[in-house]
Antibody, heavy 120, light 111 residues
């Protein structure tokens, strides 16, 4: 069965960068969309961006353009999300999820979430 | 600020039917993009509940159903159970934003 296992919780200083990993197992890595969704405490889901490994180019939400970088390592079936210039408002649970390659993909498998806390 | 609007909360007694609306616009649902629904139980990751407007993944009870019309979509839960207490989110694609979008979320309470 497909599993997405994310890296552990992080505590970061304002202005720094964080890189979260998401290792996939149990499925074909290259032919799906790997997307990142965040959820601030008590808030809803926010799409940050996604990437299809076989194509390589990532697509980012306008809100995060210039601050987020999503990459993949096909050799280890791992997706990464790096967020820079962190501020307190970036404190959230960050999820990776797998989707199909459609224009409006649905996300059928989710990681367990990685808590990123931004605090001085 | 999400482009897909949901009611903040809905409630119902056990066994009743509740519906959750997801209102979009001509650049997302109204443009013909599929709508998907997720259930998020407290302290857990979202779980796919309905995909491509009306389809249930394997293992999702048929008490959950989806529909779409015009610029809106709906999720219906029949035979409401205590275990259905969760947050529910719709999701689609927006051509103006060139990316996926989630609804504002709805908390379902079983009275």
């Amino acid at each position: 069965q497909v599993q997405l296992v994310q890296s552990g919780a992080e505590v970061m200083k304002p202005g720094s960068s964080v890189k979260v990993s998401c290792k996939a197992s149990g499925g074909t890595f290259n032919y799906y969309t790997f997307t990142w969704v965040r959820q601030a405490p008590g808030q809803g889901l926010e799409w940050m961006g996604g990437i299809i490994p076989i194509f390589g180019a990532a697509n980012y939400a306008q809100k995060f353009q210039g601050r987020v970088t999503i990459t993949t390592d096909e050799s280890t079936s791992t997706a990464y999300m790096e967020l820079s210039s962190l501020r307190s408002e970036d404190t959230a649970l960050y999820y990776c999820a797998r989707g199909d390659m459609l224009t409006a993909p649905f996300f059928d498998y989710w990681g367990q979430g990685t808590l990123v806390t931004v605090s001085s | 600020q999400s482009v897909l609007t949901q009611p903040p909360s809905v409630s119902g007694a056990p066994g009743q039917r509740v519906t959750i609306s997801c209102t979009g616009s001509s650049s997302n649902i109204g443009a013909g993009y599929d709508v998907h629904w997720y259930q998020q139980l407290p302290g857990t990751a979202p779980k796919l509940l309905i995909y491509s407007n009306i389809n249930r993944p394997s293992g999702v009870p048929d008490r959950f159903s989806g529909s779409k019309s015009g610029t809106s979509a709906s999720l219906a839960i029949t035979g409401l159970q205590a275990g259905d207490e969760a947050d529910y989110f719709c999701q689609s694609y927006d051509s103006s934003l060139s990316g996926s979008v989630f609804g504002t979320g709805t908390k379902v309470t079983v009275l």
